[in-house]
């Protein structure tokens, strides 16, 4: 058996429920909910394609003939085939979060931070699928396999299909962008919620109750709109003013949520940083390739030749990031925690911080410290004899009579064979005891 062993996040970043969880499963989980999640982002072409099918008032009259007399007027047309798909998507999307969020707890993360990064991550991946690139190719590529047999032909493909959807992606600008800013001023679930808990639920308010940011739900957003604005730059411009826009906006609230509203609870170390910076090179080198297909029908070799090497500095560059940058968010630099140690050291906390480690990682108030665990009870257990007469000359049952024995067992851990661990103290201390009678003899 081989202990495997990482390192321990904040106390407040614990996730208690997964620390139970034995190694050997972690692989066999983390699997399941790949291929869940998968299963998941299939399943939602569904509604994507019917989606898609509103955006095409041609395809959509053929397959509803009833609709024709509905579509006659202009103002019912750009409602159909515009603004209508974008809510749509919009609302199947609110249940993409609490579903990877779900599969992230279910991977075994020990620390809440780890279990958001993996969601964000999931989240990110289904939200590029399904809202650019089956968007995109639903139309064009989709219903031309023979293009997608061809690798070289897909940087065109692409290049055909991003100018059809321009006002799909304008719009989802509109209907998620910059109405999800105005909601997340509002709060509009919180009162609800706080509503029915309050006055319908008749519960008390939970004052340990502190709202964190929902880096799972805000970050891919963020993420799909700058990817919309790289891609989106080339061949249709006029969605750029509306992300600037959005962006400014974005600033602005986000930065009055984290100073009034949100609270931090414990410090992520920068996990969410390399998520962005993956995202944004991926943009970059998607709007490149995207380049390539654009000069490609325009018949430009010579552009479509300079862009080539474009996509090799970029993927270069990437790479020496990756090497030179990207093992700082795994471990911490020892220079770093020197300058910590010697600033606490100066600040006179040591002492405070070394005091505070005993009850660091327990799950409750409630739940004796490492300290309360009385170790004068694990001596007087180790300092007695097989057969029932210490050191001290006391018999073996009067602790357990004149007082309790601690309880050992935590919340987290039922089940801990406790009897156990106190047969190996008491054997251990006879050991020994033993090997010191030997040594003075």
């Known amino acids: 058996m081989k202990w495997v062993t990482s390192l321990a996040p904040e106390p407040k970043d614990m996730y208690w429920s997964n620390l139970w969880l034995p190694y050997k499963q972690l692989w066999i989980r983390r699997i399941a909910t790949l291929l869940g999640s998968i299963v998941f ?23 509803l003939p009833f609709l024709k007399g509905l579509l006659k007027g202009k103002i019912m047309t750009q409602l159909v085939t515009g603004y209508l798909p974008s809510v749509i998507l919009q609302i199947f999307l609110y249940t993409v979060p609490p579903t990877m969020m779900m599969f992230a707890t279910l991977e075994g993360p020990i620390s809440h931070s780890e279990r958001k990064k993996s969601a964000c991550c999931k989240v990110l991946y289904f939200t590029i699928w399904n809202v650019f690139f089956v968007n995109v190719l639903s139309g064009s590529a989709i219903n031309q396999l023979n293009a997608l047999s061809r690798p070289k032909d897909i940087p065109m493909e692409l290049a ?20 999800s800013l105005s909601s997340e001023v509002m709060q509009l ?45 080339v061949l249709a411009p006029l969605i750029l003013p509306f992300l600037l826009l959005y962006f400014f906006l974005a600033y602005i609230v986000y930065r009055n949520q984290f100073i009034n509203v949100y609270c931090t ?35 430009s070799p ?10 090799i ?65 694990v001596q007087a257990i180790s300092t ?46 006879f050991m020994i005891r033993l090997q010191k009678r030997g040594v003075s003899a």
């Not at 509503?195 to 799972?216: N, T």
């Not at 991926?282 to 000069?295: E, K, M, Y």
């Open 313 to 377: 500095i970029t993927l270069l560059f990437n790479q020496y990031c990756r090497m030179r940058l990207l093992p700082l968010f795994g471990t911490f630099p020892a220079q770093v925690l020197i300058d910590m140690d010697r600033e606490d050291e100066q600040s006179g906390r040591m002492d405070e911080i070394h005091e505070g480690l005993h009850a660091a990682y327990c799950q409750s108030t409630d739940t004796e410290s490492a300290d309360d665990i009385s170790l004068e009870r």
């Open 302 to 311: 010579v552009a479509a030749g300079f862009t080539v090497p474009l996509i």
């Open 41 to 63: 982002m299939f399943i939602f072409l569904v509604p994507v394609t019917f989606i898609q099918g509103l955006t095409q008032l041609e395809q959509l009259q053929q397959r």
């Open 160 to 179: 055909r299909a991003i100018p059809l959807q321009a006002t799909f992606f304008t719009t989802y600008v509109l209907t998620s962008g910059w109405a």
């Open 189 to 233: 679930f919180g009162l609800i919620w706080n509503f029915v808990r309050k006055y319908i639920l008749r519960m008390k308010e939970d004052s340990d109750f502190i709202l964190s940011f929902p880096y799972h739900t805000e970050l891919p957003k963020v993420l799909l709109f700058g990817l919309l604005g790289f891609t989106c730059s």
């Open 265 to 299: 609870r414990y410090d992520t170390g920068g996990l969410y940083w390399p998520i962005a910076y993956n995202a944004t090179i991926f943009s970059l080198v998607l709007t490149q390739i995207i380049c390539l297909g654009v000069f490609g029908l325009k018949e």
């Open 384 to 429: 007695t004899d097989e057969d029932g007469s210490g050191s001290s000359g006391e018999p073996r049952g009067k602790e357990s009579v004149g007082q309790p024995v601690s309880d050992l067992s935590h919340p987290t851990l039922k089940g801990l064979p406790v009897e156990r661990l106190r047969r190996a103290v008491r054997s251990l201390g």
